[in-house]
């Protein structure tokens, strides 16, 4: 079946480093890839997509890159600030459909 | 506008009761998504409901779990017969009618099974 797998599980930097999170996924038919975060005891947010048809995007400080052959996307987060520091899930949708399997997750610290 | 809202927020109940949570979509989304969050873990898909189509049940863990959507609107999920491993935070989201729009989630119900 559909399987995203997520690593690390925890990451913790410095203030002002760069943080990146790694996921693979196991359906070749996947062809959306949101990021989401959540904050402790909130909802998750979306915080950046991408489409398999791109193998990069970026959004200020976060971007996220594609590379549909090894099926496998990376959340990258230049200059991190305390406030960056939550959850962060990767997830996959199917193409055609809107079954969207996630990550175990990432607790990323970001120490002042 | 208003967001994604769900009821209750926490729910406390016995091993072996039925227990009905309710996710109120944004006005105009088509797609509804019902997740598992057990703690510190990630979102488990349980089912989701995309305008007039049949809904994927393909995530619900068991035969006790039952979703339904009246009026393309609003959604309940039952959970009967509840044992303590269904302890764990139940979450919606919606999204408009495409595939790739993003998910909008609600604050979720928290459940604790006796």
């Known amino acids: 079946g559909e399987n995203v797998e997520q690593h690390p599980s925890t990451l913790s930097v410095q203030e002002g480093d760069s943080a990146v999170i790694k996921c693979t996924y196991s359906d070749s038919a996947s062809n959306y890839f949101p990021w989401y975060k959540q904050e402790l005891g909130k909802r998750p947010q979306l915080i950046i997509d991408i489409r398999s048809n791109v193998g990069e995007k970026k959004d200020q400080r976060i971007a996220v890159t594609l590379n549909k052959t090894a099926k496998h996307f990376s959340l990258h987060i230049t200059e991190t600030q305390p406030e960056d520091s939550a959850v962060y899930f990767c997830?996959?949708?199917?193409?055609?459909?809107?079954?969207?399997?996630f990550g175990a997750g990432t607790r990323l610290f970001v120490k002042a | 506008g208003a967001g994604v809202s769900q009821s209750p927020s926490n729910k406390v109940t016995e091993k072996g009761k039925d227990v009905e949570l309710r996710c109120d979509p944004i006005?105009?989304?088509?797609?509804l998504y019902w997740y598992r969050q057990s703690l510190g873990q990630g979102l488990e898909f349980l089912i989701y409901?995309?305008?007039?189509?049949?809904?994927?049940k393909s995530g619900l863990p068991s035969d006790r779990f039952s979703a339904e959507r009246t009026g393309g609107s609003v959604s309940t999920l039952t959970i009967q017969r509840t044992q303590q491993e269904d302890s764990a935070v139940y979450l919606c989201a919606s999204s408009k009618g495409g595939s790739q729009e993003t998910q909008y989630f609600g604050p979720g119900t928290r459940l604790l099974v006796l």
């Open positions: 409901f995309q305008g007039n189509s049949a809904p994927d």
């Open positions: 997830a996959a949708t199917l193409t055609g459909g809107f079954k969207t399997i």
């Open positions: 006005s105009g989304h088509t797609a």
